[in-house]
């Protein structure tokens, strides 16, 4: 949700790159929105909302991905992608649990109370961006959440920008774990997503419904990014 770097891409005209291609028409909106709020003169105070706003996302990773898994078992005797789908969300569930409680500690080394964190009600902004995931895994396919796993996993923040933060903001390094580890982890869970893309036998639909996912959930990310930014 800051500025990205793409990871390995895979061969022209996969699935995967099908995913890129869509991504990389919009991704500016969301590559936009993260430089605002980096190069804010006001940066600093708007760290923790940012961080906030980020644990809102994060916290809805994991029961988003297994309602999307047994949604995706409950079909998969007859549907080869729904059963490839099950494993590969098997594995992700346990690579992404706990990822918000990072963002917690995150806060409290900013004197950031978790109980202030989880008291707050989330950004609506947020809301309709995770909402719209369960819409389409309940009642399309759950597929559709390949399209915001490949945005959120396959574009991690770099190195830079987070050294820019840090310089920035004033802050120690503890406030930025999280964002440090995703900015390692998710080259290989960018590989694992696209990789993943590429075993799917998709129908043209389920193809479109994964770029439909994505390209909204940059639209409503980045728009929950400016909201960050507009709160100083």
């Known amino acids: 949700m800051l500025a990205m770097r793409p990871v390995a891409s895979t061969s022209p005209l996969s699935n995967a790159e099908r995913l890129r291609g869509t991504l990389e028409l919009v991704l500016w909106k969301l590559s936009a929105a993260g430089e605002r709020l980096v190069k804010h003169p006001r940066v600093r105070e708007l760290y923790p909302e940012y961080l906030f706003t980020l644990h809102s996302v994060i ?3 994991v029961p988003l991905m297994e309602t999307a898994r047994d949604r995706a078992r409950s079909i998969s005797a007859a549907d080869p992608v ?45 809301a309709r961006a995770v909402g719209a995931q369960y819409y389409w895994v309940l009642h399309y396919h759950p597929v559709a959440l390949l399209g ?7 574009y991690p923040p770099t190195p830079a920008t987070i050294d820019e933060l840090m310089a920035r903001t004033g802050y120690e390094l503890q406030a930025f774990r999280t964002l440090s580890a995703h900015a390692e982890l998710d080259i ?8 993943t893309l590429d075993q799917l036998p998709l129908t043209a639909e389920q193809s479109e419904v994964i770029g439909l996912s994505a390209m909204s959930s940059v639209d409503l990310l980045a728009h929950a990014l400016d909201e960050v930014t507009r709160s100083a």
């Open 59 to 61: 916290r809805a990773s």
């Open 82 to 126: 729904a059963a490839r789908l099950v494993e590969y969300l098997d594995e992700h569930i346990e690579e992404e649990r706990d990822h918000d409680e990072w963002l917690l500690e995150d806060l409290a080394s900013l004197g950031v109370d978790r109980s202030t964190i989880t008291a707050r009600v989330p950004s609506p902004t947020v």
């Open 148 to 154: 915001w796993i490949g945005l959120l996993e396959g």
């Open 188 to 195: 290989g869970h960018g590989d694992e997503i696209f990789a």
